[in-house]
């Protein structure tokens, strides 16, 4: 198997990662999907994602000004993803 780590050197300081650590933090406004089924307008995402590469954890909080389709009247929707321990968890609202 062929060794893929990160090395970074700074001054005369040579640093050799093996696992790096993240953290970000995304997020987006405005945001609008449409299908030939379902309509999202005013839509949010913010989101965050931490830990070692091997194993991080995230967090992304879904919202929606309204959700609409065919069979219903427009409603707002939020939901939350979340990743731990290798583990996704979707948990929707409406």
């Known amino acids: 198997m062929e060794d893929r780590r990160l090395s970074v050197v700074q001054g005369n300081v040579g640093r050799t990662f093996n696992d ?13 999907l449409a299908s030939s089924t379902f309509q999202v307008e005013g839509g949010t ?12 954890e995230a967090t992304v909080r879904i919202t929606a000004g309204a959700v609409r389709a065919a069979s ?15 583990r996704w968890m979707f948990s929707p609202r409406a």
């Open 20 to 32: 790096p650590v993240l953290s970000v933090t995304a997020g987006a406004a405005d945001v609008s």
């Open 45 to 56: 995402l913010q989101g965050r994602l931490e830990g070692p590469l091997s194993a991080p």
């Open 72 to 86: 219903m009247t427009p409603v707002p929707a939020d939901a939350r993803l979340s990743l731990k321990s290798g």
